[in-house]
């Protein structure tokens, strides 16, 4: 049988193991994503008859960065800014460059309170596997057109958003599940990738209507 030192010592190993597994995000990012921003081709996206009917009425007037709103989840994910990410014991802080966005997500075992409003940004929790960061975004905002080609979102209680991060060296990557029954067959892929940038800078950002395109 073992020995109650050694049993200790093995729960400690493993203890220390789960501790150590967190990713290593912190820092900031300078976007580095793939043609189209990330987005998946309209031609892969599996939409609901009530989906198309609104992707096809969209018009750029309606995205909500033209009337100077913040992007919403997942589109603000893959905006071309730099972001920073930072740990606190009971929340990872994403701080985007773009629209001065503060994202909290909650990484201490908290469920998304009923209270909660909905928002462009939603409600995050995150949960570590392993290595990679797991978010999963409730209460998200029906006006959260998830991208200017104008892929809608239903806003409906049971829609989300999970983002897996994950590093590889100087590389941060992301891959984001939209989840709308609404207005999709099955949930489409976003991604994102990022270059860290030890010696990068948030800027000062200032959303002008008239060059936005508000008239």
Not at 113 to 138: F, K, M, R
Not at 177 to 203: C, L, Q, R, S
Request: hydrophobic residues 35%.
């Amino acid at each position: 049988m073992f020995s109650k030192k050694i049993v200790l010592a093995f729960t400690l190993i493993l203890f220390v193991s789960s501790a150590t597994a967190q990713g290593d995000f912190e820092g900031i990012w300078m976007a580095n994503h793939p043609p189209r921003m990330g987005q998946p081709d309209p031609s892969a996206v599996k939409m609901t008859p009530a989906g198309l009917a609104e992707f096809e009425a969209f018009t750029p007037e309606k995205d909500t960065q033209l009337r100077c709103l913040m992007p919403g989840i997942p589109l603000g994910l893959i905006d071309p800014y730099p972001i920073e990410i930072v740990y606190q014991e009971h929340q990872i802080l994403i701080l985007y460059e773009h629209f001065h966005q503060v994202r909290r997500v909650f990484i201490d075992g908290r469920k998304a309170p009923d209270h909660w409003q909905p928002s462009l940004g939603g409600y995050s929790t995150g949960e570590w596997d392993g290595d990679t960061l797991v978010i999963t975004t409730t209460h998200l905002s029906p006006d959260n057109n998830t991208w200017t080609a104008g892929y809608p979102f239903s806003g409906d209680e049971s829609a989300y958003v999970v983002e897996r991060w994950s590093r590889d060296g100087d590389e941060l990557n992301l891959t984001g599940e939209v989840h709308d029954a609404t207005n999709y067959e099955k949930p489409y892929v976003v991604n994102g990738h990022w270059t860290f940038a030890p010696d990068g800078e948030i800027w000062e950002y200032e959303c002008i209507p008239e060059y936005a395109g508000v008239k």
